[in-house]
């Protein structure tokens, strides 16, 4: 398995664009996370899906944020517009929920820059 | 929601073992205790998970006592190369099968010196 997938690893847009972070979880796993990480505020959980299923999200920001899973390999999370204190690493993370396992396998990150 | 407590930093010495501790008073009875380690510009990478004593794998052991208000990270013969941020999370599952406390602390930078 290749692992967690994230599309783009980098972005640059400028304030008041939309942005979409993409994300393709390990298949067979049933529950994917979406992370955002700064200096300041270390990792935060945004929101959560199960069985594609949003349980949390809680932690999203603002409505400016929203997330989707249409199916069990594919998510998305969008900002729209974007501003300068959304710059951040976006993670997604996927896991099997049930069972013994519970650990999280974690995409390489997006790097989001918004100027 | 189970909060953890971790120190900030740690150093250590190449060939040392190194133990990091985690608090967690508000654990919940169906919860586990996971491990993550971070390197830059990397996701974090799970080490270990257990749900009471001990729990040994190829990279770690975990400790966790009878009351599982704590836990504690232990790394055999660190190297440089084990130099990372160490996070614990306390997660588990809730009777309609979602998951719950999926929030990372602070986490423990440590640093291994030559």
């Known amino acids: 398995d290749a692992g967690v997938i994230q599309s783009p690893r980098h972005e640059v847009t400028e304030m008041g664009q939309e942005v979409t972070l993409r994300c393709k979880p390990i298949?067979?796993?049933?529950?994917l996370f979406w992370y955002r990480q700064t200096m300041m505020r270390g990792l935060e959980l945004l929101i959560y899906f199960n069985n594609n299923v949003p349980i949390d999200d809680s932690g999203m920001p603002e409505d400016r944020f929203s997330a989707k899973m249409p199916n069990a390999s594919f998510s998305t999370l969008k900002i729209q517009p974007s501003e300068p204190r959304d710059s951040a690493v976006y993670f997604c993370?996927?896991?099997?929920?049930?069972?013994?396992?519970?650990?999280?396998?974690f995409g390489s990150g997006t790097r989001l820059t918004v100027v | 929601l189970a909060k953890t407590t971790q120190p900030i930093s740690m150093d250590s010495y190449e060939g040392q073992e190194v133990n990091i501790t985690c608090s967690h008073n508000n654990i919940a009875t169906n919860d586990y205790i996971t491990w993550y380690q971070q390197f830059p510009s990397q996701g974090p990478r799970f080490i270990i998970q257990?749900?009471?004593t001990k729990v040994t794998n190829e990279v770690a052991s975990l400790f966790i006592p009878a009351d599982r208000k704590s836990s504690t990270l232990s790394l055999p013969r660190v190297s440089l190369s084990d130099t990372a941020v160490y996070y614990c999370?306390?997660?588990?599952?809730?009777?309609?099968?979602?998951?719950?406390?999926?929030?990372f602390g602070s986490g423990t930078q440590l640093t291994v010196l030559p």
């Open positions: 999370l306390v997660r588990g599952i809730i009777s309609s099968g979602s998951a719950r406390q999926l929030t």
């Open positions: 298949s067979g796993h049933n529950s």
């Open positions: 257990g749900y009471k």
């Open positions: 993370a996927s896991s099997l929920v049930g069972g013994q396992q519970y650990g999280y396998t």
